[in-house]
């Protein structure tokens, strides 16, 4: 079966700009998390999902990125007035269930690169 | 709040050699779990490898295993006969046991450890 898919793969922007990243989760994954890696450095939690309802946003960084997940399947990760420090791989990854023992799977990512 | 220590930012091994990475951690916690992932660079992180803190015995994955020593606090990976495609980052991540829907579920990752296979 796919992967956990994510587009898009590259996406270069303009300071200030508004971007939308979408994850595509395993079918019948209901556990959904977005991690953000800067170069260097190891993946960061942002925001996780169980069905339609974030859990846990406590790394989202600022009121400027939000996520969706409005029918419990695919995520859009939402970052307004875009920033150079927003720069790095956005990676998303599902679960079967929000039990820990389940493994996550991770999608490719999306580089933002912010000029 | 839990943190994962890599303190070897590159490793290289020679083919047909063992090599182990390092990973440190601290919690308060007395059940979790612990992971090393790959990541090639096509950024696909791969799951390698899963330790249950509350299970004594190391894990073990064919070539890949751990040494879990819980009061040290510390997750080492051996990686036996080494091969070509094991070259790529590795990281030691942390997630703590929850019941379901709790908000522990993050994997906490430490800084990675980049590991060159020599042929």
């Known amino acids: 079966g796919a992967g956990v898919s994510q587009t898009p793969s590259n996406k270069v922007t303009e300071k200030g700009k508004y971007v939308e990243l979408r994850c595509d989760p395993i079918?019948?994954?209901?556990?959904l998390y977005w991690y953000r890696q800067s170069l260097g450095q190891g993946p960061e939690f942002l925001i996780y999902?169980?069905?339609?309802?974030?859990?846990?946003d406590s790394g989202l960084p600022n009121d400027r990125f939000f996520a969706v997940r409005p029918e419990g399947s695919v995520s859009t990760l939402k970052i307004q007035r875009t920033e150079r420090g927003d720069s790095a791989v956005y990676l998303c990854?599902?679960?079967?269930?929000?039990?820990?023992?389940?493994?996550?799977?991770f999608g490719p990512g999306t580089r933002l690169t912010v000029l | 709040a839990q943190t994962v220590t890599q303190s070897q930012p590159e490793m290289s091994v020679q083919e047909a050699e063992t090599v182990t990475l390092s990973c440190t951690y601290d919690?308060?916690?007395?059940?979790?779990?612990l992971f090393w992932y790959k990541q090639p660079p096509s950024r696909q992180m791969i799951l390698v490898i899963r330790q249950e803190a509350y299970k004594q015995q190391n894990a073990t994955e064919n070539r890949f295993s751990v040494n879990f020593q819980k009061a040290a606090k510390s997750f080492s990976l051996k990686i036996s006969d080494s091969q070509l495609g094991d070259a790529a980052m590795y990281f030691c991540?942390?997630?703590?046991?929850?019941?379901?829907?709790?908000?522990?579920?993050?994997?906490?990752f430490g800084t990675g450890t980049l590991l060159a296979v020599q042929p």
């Open positions: 919690t308060s916690e007395s059940d979790y779990y």
């Open positions: 999902f169980q069905g339609t309802g974030a859990a846990d």
């Open positions: 079918s019948g994954h209901t556990a």
């Open positions: 991540a942390y997630r703590g046991r929850v019941s379901y829907g709790g908000a522990t579920n993050k994997l906490i």
């Open positions: 990854a599902s679960s079967l269930t929000s039990g820990s023992y389940n493994e996550q799977f």
